[in-house]
């Protein structure tokens, strides 16, 4: 699909129409994203339109990716973190009529996949998100704005769900019963994690908090990884944020957008390359309270997706694109399904994790 930029945006860049190859990519919920491919050298670059409406303070993203790359071009000047390609006014964004613009490098020879079809695929892509942990384990995570604040944070999700509850019609609710009744159930999930917070070996840590597969560059002859790329949430977290994310996109051979919940399963042999791959580079640097709450993070981070697409429903669908009227209940019950899997295969899981260990 070919499209239309505004000039200005094109011109911040150095890059005018006419030697620019234009093409819409990705499929993330957030923000656009174009592949532009300069026709006058071999290189191609990622365009990407910030949105605001979920990105408030654009400059924290840039603030906080410019602290991180000076962070490791000192002391692992050898990682491949993608950085923003400044303007030709040296600025990390673009601002054109209000919206914001940034660009990236193109990795040549990747591939980002859309789903795991093979175990050692999750392999990689828990390698890749354990490695960027372990370069940043002594960097001071307290210096990064959060993005989006309150991001991970299920007390607040669970209070934006009942405040959605409150203010929904009677008809929407009639039409989420048993995800509400789900939802309500599972709050122990959240009172769960608070019972951890006292506890000083769990520490905040640089988390990318969007750790699906299409977020991990891949080379695309040996599939090994090679980096990760959507940067805009690397804030300060726990560490659950990102092996509890890698849980609910990697295990399931179907997607959240899946209405057969049928389908909804997880795959133990995808758990066992996950845990390995993220434990090769972060088994010795977890704590013991880290290490005892590696399934919980799947539980975690599955149960507040539910919340996130069940809150989103019940106020109308403001916040995730939808196809259909229903598609944020169905991505919900899909969540739902999944986590009532983790809980149904637990002891296998648990186990898993205990010889990796
Ligand atoms: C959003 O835009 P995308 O697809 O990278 C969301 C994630 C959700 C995900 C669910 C900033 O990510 O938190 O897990 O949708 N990102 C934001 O598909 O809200
Ligand atoms: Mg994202």
């Not at 020879?109 to 002594?138: H, I, M, W, Y």
């Amino acid at each position: 699909m070919e499209l239309n930029l505004d000039a200005e945006v094109l011109q911040a860049f150095g890059y005018t129409k006419e030697n620019i190859k234009i093409t819409q990519i990705g499929s993330g919920l957030i923000n656009r994203t174009y592949l532009l491919s300069p026709l006058s050298a071999d290189k191609k670059y990622i365009l990407q339109n910030i949105n605001t409406s979920v990105f408030k303070n654009p400059a924290s993203i840039a603030n906080n990716l410019k602290a991180i790359s000076d962070y490791l071009a000192q002391h692992h000047p050898e990682y491949l973190f993608i950085k923003p390609v400044p303007t030709i006014n040296g600025e990390q964004m673009a601002e054109v009529n209000s919206e914001y613009w940034r660009m990236l490098p193109f990795v040549p020879d990747t591939v980002s996949l859309d789903v795991l079809s093979e175990p050692c695929q999750a392999f990689e892509a828990a390698k890749q998100f354990g490695k960027l942990s372990r370069l940043l384990n002594n960097f001071n995570a307290a210096i990064l704005e959060p993005t989006i604040p309150g991001f991970h944070d299920l007390g607040l999700r669970f209070e934006q769900f009942i405040l959605a509850l409150n203010a929904t019609s009677e008809a929407q609710k009639e039409k989420a019963k048993v995800q509400i009744d789900d939802a309500l159930e599972h709050k122990y999930i959240l009172e769960y994690f608070k019972s951890y917070s006292h506890r000083t070996d769990f520490p905040d840590r640089v988390m990318h908090h969007d750790t699906k597969i299409s977020n991990v560059l891949l080379n695309s002859d040996t599939f090994e990884g090679v980096c990760v790329i959507d940067l805009d949430t690397i804030m300060p977290g726990k560490f659950i944020s990102d092996l509890g994310d890698m849980m609910r996109t990697y295990l399931c051979a179907f997607s959240e957008n899946e209405t057969d919940l049928a389908k909804v399963k997880i795959r133990l042999p995808y758990f066992e390359a996950m845990i390995k791959g993220y434990l090769s580079e972060m088994k010795n640097i977890l704590t013991e309270t880290e290490k005892e709450l590696i399934l919980f993070s799947g539980k975690y981070i599955i149960y507040m997706q539910a919340l996130r697409f069940l809150t989103d429903f019940l106020n109308g669908d403001i916040y995730y694109p939808i196809a259909y009227p229903t598609q944020n209940l169905d991505r919900a019950k899909n969540q739902f399904k999944l986590l009532s899997e983790l809980y149904g295969n637990e002891k296998e899981l648990q186990g898993i994790i205990d010889e990796c260990l």
